[in-house]
Every structure is written in structure tokens, then in C-alpha cells.
């Protein structure tokens, strides 16, 4: 992608942020056209360029799905879901399952029991098909995803424009949030999470697709902004995003940025020779004034709260006793219900029904962890296993995906404090399991995909 079509793009999205703040019916048309767009682009595409065009298709709708659900745009809650799903079977139809890949289809069946308990479990004023829509449809997506990406070759060029279909709406909903909240700091009342400041919506879901995007944004700063123009360009975007996440006061989505920008910049690091160790570490000095100033600015418009909240302290300063924000005690309720019944679990959907049965409470812990466990029982142990396990194989034997340890650290941490509400976890897990490949033609080895190459190889 060359700059001009890259600032474009770019241009189109800081647009089309503040067409949909003006006009919110737009979001629905917006959707719509990722639908026929995307589909398109997959049906025309020739074969070898099929994989690639649904990795795109894919990766923009997980961009856009937070975006989408604040705006009004969805006709369906979990419709990003299945988009994903759709657009993946597209490709599986046109294209070559790899053998080795049977391991998520066991994935897939493993989550088979635990709907047939559900629905010899269930109540009569319960919805059996809701429930298990919404429960499963993000296991179901990420197993899918699993199948179509396990050691399907991908050129570096092409991972990085993954990532970066990924971040363009992002950049969409950052000018949206700056329009719906211009002033921050009439927004803030506590230490709790800001709805306001996340555009009305769920700050979980918000600070986790942001912080997705200040990752993607570092990766382009380091590494994809070959001069100074359009390293300004990846700064500020960073800087603003990272702001707007910044303020949600949810911690679990910017907290994970950080642990995916810390291995990213270890293992790049690690690799390069001293001249490309010395642009790095210049590169980090300028990094690190651009997050004390995005934390400074936030500090200011939130009048020190975000300091307390990142603290765990009230908004007077007292010491919480509960980091977690009382998840813990959710958690606990879970692995207990696992262990009251270790072979099939409670069923798809039911650990809610039941905590509001035994303790009066309906609450979520979002950790899909202790869900899998509590709701599937063993079968939910074995399936985890092969999430947990199976890219951490295949890394042993192939270390092409520079980016792997970054995708992995955020589908793990995600999960355990947004469980899957949003399909960007199963997806990025996905990106876990490419089969990256480095173009050996002179003319593609820039210096910074010679130093991507010898950091993919540690």
C-alpha cells in the first residue's frame, strides 16, 4: 500500500467518524456496505487471493464492531459475529482445509454437550436459543476463525494490512467519541467506568477495541512509518486513541495494550543489530513522551480520578478492597459450579440463571475461563486445552508471526476480563495460527522487514 492510498484511507475514516455522529441512520448504511463490499471483494477475488481477502473482510468487521453496536447500526446484536463466520465459510468453501487443523473441529464438538444439558436443564421461562446464541456464538466464531487461519501462509505485507483494516474504523470511532464527548471533564463524577466518555456505550468493549488499536498504531510507529510525515501521522492517531481509552476508566483493554506493546517491543528488540537497537531505543524515548503526555492530558481532564482508578482507589483517595471490582467473588461461584459438576457442567447459559437462583444476583463475571469450566465441565477443560495449547505448538515449530506473542497475550487477557462479547478475540486468536512468509525478491526487503525477519526467527 503505497502512502497516498494509506493517508486516504485515512482521510475517509476521520470522515466518515463525523458523517455518522451527524447522522446516526448512517450507521446502518455503513454496515450494510461492509456486507455487500467485503462480499464482494471475496466472490471476485482470484483463489490465491481469496485467503487474503477474507483475513481483510474479517478484520474489518472486528474493527467496526464496538463502532457499529454504539452508533444503532446493528440489525442484530452479535451480527458482527456472524459476518465473520459468513465470510470465513466463503473461504473455506473456495479453499483448502488444512488436515492439521482438525484439532478445533474436536474444538467444536467438545462445546456439543454442554447445549444438550442446557436444554434438558432448561426452564420454562427461559429463551434455550438466545442463550446459547449469545453464549457460544463468540467459542463458535474463534473455532472457525482457528480452522481457516491454522498454517495458512500469509506474506508479511499482507499481516500488516490486516492489522490495519482492523484499526480504520477505530479511527472512525475515535472522532466519533471526541464529537459525542468533547469535554471529558464534565463527564466525570468518580472512579467508576465513564458510559459517557465511551459514547454511551459499554467502556469495557470500547477500552477493549481501542486498546487493539493503539497496538496496531505502535507496530506502524516503530516499524511502518519509514519518515517523519507519516511517523506524525501514526503519533497522533496513537495519542488520540490512546486518550479516548484512556478516559473510558475501564482498565482492561488498555492494560492489555500494554503488555501487547511490551512483547511486541522486546522481541523486536531482541533480534536487530546494534545500528537498528539505537533507532529503536530513539524510537522508545519518543514513545514514551507521547504516552506521558497522553497520561498527563487525561490526568488533567479527569482532575486526577484516572490516577486513583489505575490505583484501585476511591474517588477520595481510599485504598479499594476488591481489585477486581467484585468479579472475584463471580469467578469463585463459577469454579465452585464446576466443581458441583465436573463431567458435563451446568450448560450453555445456565451459570447466570444459576447464580440468580443460589445467590439473587444476575451478574456476568465476562471471564470465559471459569465459564467454559462451569458450563461445559470437563468438556470445557479439554476444549480450553486446545486454545491454550495449540498455538503455543505451533509456535514451537514455526516462528515466522512476529506479532504472535501480541495476538496471544490479547486473546488470553481479553478473555478473562471481557470474556467474548466482541468477536475481536476469536479473531485475533486466529491471527495466533498464520503461517507468515517474508518475500525473498531484493526489491521487497526494506529495512524494516529485514528486521521483522530476524526478530520472526528467535
Known sequence: MN??????????HVLLGLAIYAVSFLSKVYLFAICVYFANQILTAKPS???????????YVVGS????????????????KYLVILFVFMGLFTTRLPSQSLGYILYLFLLLPGIIVAGLNSSPGSNLRTDIAFNLSGPVCLGIVALFCYKRKISFQNLNKVMLYMALPLISMTVY??????DVRATVTGTGSNFAASGGFGPNQVSTVLGLGMFVLTARFFMLSPNLFLKIISGVLLAAMSFRGVVTFSRGGILTALFMIAAYLFFYFKKVNIKAKFRIIRLVVIFTALALSVWLISSLQTGGLIENR???RDALGREKEDVTTGRSDLISF???EFLNNPVFGVGVGKIKILREQKEGLLAASHNEVTRILAEHGFFGVFAFSILLLAPMILRFNNKNNVFFYSFYLFWFLTINHSAMRIAAPAFVYG????????KSKRVNKSPATKLVKNIGNS
Open 49 to 59: 487471493q481469496k485467503p487474503v481477502q477474507v483475513l481483510l473482510a474479517c478484520a
Open 65 to 80: 464492531e464496538v463502532f457499529i453496536r454504539m452508533t444503532g447500526g446493528n440489525f442484530l446484536y452479535e451480527a458482527s
Open 3 to 12: 502512502n497516498f492510498s494509506y493517508i486516504k484511507k485515512i482521510g475517509f
Open 310 to 312: 489505575y490505583a484501585n
Open 177 to 182: 467519541l471526541f464529537f459525542y464527548t468533547p
Open 431 to 438: 491471527l495466533c495460527l498464520l503461517d507468515v512468509r517474508f
Open 334 to 336: 463459577e469454579l465452585n
